[in-house]
């Protein structure tokens, strides 16, 4: 099935760096893919998506873009906050019983 | 719209007890999934519906069953508890096949002693 690869954590940034998070996927064809965040004791929600090659998501001043030349869709901000702390998971689409997430990238901000 | 909701938001198991853990959306969403989210690890599948009679079994489905005879509603039942167990359970659901944009219920945290 379709999975990703994202890279491990933690991540421990000051305020106002820039923020990368690696995921690369590997699947049949170009699959929609989403970036999701977890905020401390609460549930994932979408942070962003793109639903095919060449296509940039972006929300709250996150990116990513979907390259297919490097099966890449890699998560970035320009000026993180303290408020950016969290879990960033990369999942990709479509649904099925063997559809991985990315193994969650733990982002502290200190200000 | 409530989304996805999940019931009881903690419970503390014995070794050996059962329970159902429940998920409930008003979406009218097709597809819906049951998580377990260990302690400072990632998402893992159990289970996975693509619609009302019809479920799958995902990464780890060991000592879980579930069911859905309704679109809304997908419960999770544990059956003899164990501390493998112990985890945060989330289900959410989706509408689209391919487009697979998933919304998350809140959570269930579980501890088996």
């Given at each position: 099935?379709?999975?990703?690869?994202?890279?491990?954590?933690?991540?421990?940034?000051?305020?106002?760096?820039f923020l990368t998070i690696n995921c690369t996927y590997t699947a049949t064809g170009y699959p929609s893919l989403f970036w999701y965040v977890q905020y401390p004791g609460e549930g994932l929600q979408l942070l962003l998506k793109a639903t095919k090659a060449d296509d940039k998501g972006s929300n709250k001043g996150f990116e990513a873009t979907y390259r297919k030349e490097t099966t890449s869709f890699h998560l970035e901000k320009g000026s993180v906050q303290v408020s950016d702390s969290a879990v960033y998971f990369c999942a990709p689409g479509p649904a099925s019983n063997d559809m991985r997430f990315g193994a969650g990238t733990r982002l502290t901000v200190k200000p | 719209n409530a989304g996805v909701t999940q019931t009881p938001k903690f419970r503390i198991l014995k070794i050996g007890q059962s329970m159902t853990l429940q998920c409930a959306q008003d979406m009218n969403h097709n597809y819906m999934y049951w998580y377990r989210q260990d302690p400072g690890m990632g998402l893992k599948l159990i289970y996975y519906s693509v619609g009302a009679g019809i479920t799958d079994k995902g990464e780890v489905p060991n000592g879980y069953n579930v069911s859905r005879s309704t679109t809304e509603d997908f419960p999770l039942r544990l059956e003899l508890a164990a501390p493998s167990q112990t985890s945060v359970y989330f289900c959410a659901s989706s509408y689209s096949q391919l487009l697979n944009e998933q919304f998350f219920g809140p959570g269930t945290r579980l501890t088996v002693l």
């Open positions: 099935g379709d999975s990703v690869t994202q890279m491990e954590g933690p991540v421990t940034l000051s305020e106002e760096a | -």
